[in-house]
């Protein structure tokens, strides 16, 4: 009885203290990543807004099956929906199963004429539960890098359109 006791205080001891720890970590996480590219608004536009075009730089959508519908793309067991399309940035909500949603956005700022940085941003919210606050800690490693591999592959894609 005394074990079972004890086993019982140190787990809810521990529990305590998993907890506590991930209150310390934000509950907004932010990745972002940028690269700068000449070439035509237009292109930017023609390659980032739809989601037909995604299959040029999208290294995943080349791997596996995509279908899309109106607005929205499914692949794998991601979603992803264009919310809102202007001439210089898109808005989505990047859905991925088990996970909270992205609100991801894609933005192209001029520097000078014919020359852009396209900045790509994906923002999490998550709730105050210890497993979600420490999966984030992956987000900058696993999301980044592969972000900055798809911001290449776009670059190209638009450089050879």
């Not at 305590?16 to 035509?40: C, G, H, N």
């Amino acid at each position: 009885m005394r074990l079972v006791k004890l086993l019982l205080i140190s787990i809810i001891v521990l529990a305590s203290i998993v907890t506590a720890i991930s209150l310390l970590f934000p509950s907004k996480v932010v990745v972002s990543r940028a690269i700068e590219i000449t070439a035509d608004s237009s292109d930017i536009a023609y390659f980032v807004t739809d989601l037909n075009h995604w299959d040029a730089w999208m290294t995943e959508w080349k791997e596996n099956k995509v279908t899309i519908k109106d607005s929205t793309a499914y692949i794998s067991t991601q979603t992803i929906q264009l919310l809102h399309a202007s001439d210089s940035s898109a808005q989505f909500k990047w859905t991925a199963t088990g996970q909270p949603p992205y609100d991801v956005l894609i933005e192209w700022v001029p520097l000078s004429k014919g020359n852009y940085v396209i900045h790509w941003s994906f923002t999490q919210n998550v709730h105050w539960y210890p497993w979600e606050k420490f999966q984030t800690l992956l987000n900058e490693k696993l999301l980044g890098y592969k972000m900055e591999l798809e911001l290449a592959n776009l670059k190209e894609a638009i450089l050879n359109k």
